[in-house]
């Protein structure tokens, strides 16, 4: 082979290279991460729908996560006003920015104060599903069920 058609090939080799990189990551948003904005359904044991809720998570370092933005789409005698919420998040993932992993979230109310949701379950793809409960001393604050956070396209909130 003469030196030209070396030269030739070694191009044609580091293209085709460049291209196979790029198209197994390149321009990834890392949209199946954590970060973003989350719509919530609760739904009790029976079925029926107990709470909703949207919120912007992002995580922070260690297992913690920030919740900000966090509002309940429903109402209820439960969660009148001055919410606080806390979080954890697991990790695993991969070098795109896809991440699963555990998940857990507590809200606890201001106004009535004494009540306490926690949500605990697994995230995959855009989505975490698993378990709720909610313990409270207001009365019919208690329950149980499973819950569904989708994670919203347009990202985190500004």
């Not at 920015?97 to 857990?104: C, E, I, T, Y």
Request: hydrophobic share 35%; with cysteine.
């Amino acid at each position: 082979m003469t030196e030209g058609r070396r030269k030739l090939l070694g191009i044609v080799l580091l293209i085709s290279l460049g291209v196979l990189l790029s198209s197994c990551g390149g321009g990834n948003s890392n949209s199946a991460n954590i970060n973003g904005n989350w719509t919530a359904a609760l739904t009790n044991n029976d079925g029926s729908p107990a709470f909703s809720f949207t919120t912007t998570f992002t995580q922070t370092s260690g297992m913690g996560i920030s919740v900000t933005n966090f509002n309940f789409t429903t109402s209820s005698p439960c969660f009148v006003s001055g919410e606080s919420e806390s979080g954890t998040f697991a990790l695993s993932g991969n070098l795109n920015g896809d991440v699963a992993g555990l998940f857990g979230l507590t809200v606890q109310s201001g106004n009535p104060s004494g009540n306490a949701l926690i949500m605990q379950g697994n995230v995959s793809n855009n989505r975490i599903t698993g378990t709720w409960s909610l313990a409270g001393i207001s009365s019919g604050c208690t329950g149980t069920g499973t819950f569904t956070l989708i994670k919203s396209r347009q990202g985190a909130m500004q």
